[in-house]
């Protein structure tokens, strides 16, 4: 990462809190943020209609046929996965171009060979399903019980995992994936974004370990 350019990318577990967090230090660093802007983006690459790319992003096709994003120039993309293939372009662009919060996408993928901090985020369930709950809107809130959250929350876990690991041939969460992993039930939201800007402050994502 040159002096002059920030990059973050965060991936998150459901309800940890990922889109907060990355709006919030986006704020604190004063650039840019994208996470939902994605669904825009992608809009005007496909001519998709928004809810069938908010519908279909982030996941995975129903039969496996190896990594797209590593082969990208091989791979001829379904209308489905031409989603995926414009938000792979849409994110390298932006990359290149500014510094920026990327939440999802697999962006820590995608940016690998380019110097930038990798962020996952994540905590216990119980938390997670409590968080989302707590985000509802009181006229949801009387038709979801924390039973039906915790399936949502383990099914949107279990669709991002399927994402990531088809189209990079990566772990979703591995510790050797990422520069941090923080557990957002522990650090907060305010506390999340504070580790995260001290790691840019002191080593901006730079290898020091020592000789």
């Not at 096709?61 to 989603?83: C, H, K, N, T, W």
């Not at 905590?123 to 039973?147: F, H, I, Q, W």
């Not at 876990?157 to 557990?183: F, P, V």
Request: aromatic fraction near 10%; proline fraction near 3%.
């Amino acid at each position: 990462m040159t002096q002059n350019k920030i990059i973050v990318t965060i991936g998150r577990e459901f309800g940890s809190g990922g889109h907060e967090v990355g709006k919030r230090l986006a704020a604190e660093l004063g650039i840019s943020f994208y996470d939902q802007e994605f669904v825009d983006m992608a809009v005007q690459k496909t001519g998709f209609h928004a809810d069938y790319v908010k519908d279909n992003e982030e996941k995975a096709p129903d039969f496996v046929s190896g990594a797209l994003f590593s082969g990208m120039e091989m791979y001829q993309p379904s209308p489905y996965d031409r989603i995926q293939a414009e938000e792979y372009k849409i994110i390298r662009e932006i990359a290149a171009k500014e510094s920026c919060v990327i939440v999802g996408r697999a962006a820590d993928y995608i940016l690998s060979d380019q110097s930038h901090v990798s962020v996952f985020l994540f905590a216990p369930l119980k938390d997670r399903v409590n968080r989302k709950m707590a985000l509802l809107s009181p006229e949801d809130a009387a038709k979801v019980t924390n039973s039906s959250m915790e399936k949502i929350v383990k099914q949107m876990d279990k669709q991002r995992k399927r994402y990531y690991e088809y189209y990079t041939d990566t772990k979703w969460g591995a510790r050797d994936s990422y520069d941090l992993l923080i557990n957002t039930s522990r650090a907060g939201i305010d506390g999340s974004v504070k580790i995260i800007k001290t790691y840019i402050d002191e080593c901006r994502g730079e290898s020091i370990m020592p000789d």
